[in-house]
């Protein structure tokens, strides 16, 4: 299965950006769609999960209401909304999938997609 993300880039501390993950020619009703990042040197880190049919999102307890996690069905993608950013946020940033159980930090997904890295300068 192939995830495709995009939407990364440099940003400016308490800047935003959307990423975007789709999976083209893939049929992912009532899959589990998620987000993750990674710093160098640590853990992959659970960011957000949603139920692609339902739009029903879970985060991490992290975010604290600055990322918001969306789909678009119509085109078969899920997003990311990363708002008021800071350096911290620097990491590379990988969509996921997932067409059993829902995507948590302790229930990793099936499928991962290729990273986009996300770099918020001071």
């Known amino acids: 299965v192939q995830l495709q993300a995009s939407g990364g880039g440099l940003v400016q501390a308490g800047g935003s950006l959307r990423l975007s993950c789709a999976a083209p020619?893939?049929?992912?009703?009532?899959?589990?769609l998620g987000w993750f990042r990674q710093i160098p040197g640590k853990e992959r880190e659970f960011i957000a999960s949603i139920n692609y049919s339902t739009g029903d999102p879970y985060y991490a307890d992290f975010v604290k209401g600055r990322f918001t996690i969306s789909t678009d069905n119509a085109k078969k993608e899920v997003y990311l909304q990363m708002n008021s950013l800071t350096p911290e946020d620097t990491a590379t940033y990988y969509c996921?999938?997932?067409?059993?159980?829902?995507?948590?930090?302790?229930?990793?997904?099936?499928?991962w997609g290729q990273g986009t890295q996300v770099t918020v300068s001071s």
């Open positions: 996921a999938g997932d067409p059993w159980d829902r995507i948590t930090s302790t229930s990793p997904p099936t499928y």
């Open positions: 020619g893939r049929t992912v009703k009532n899959w589990y």
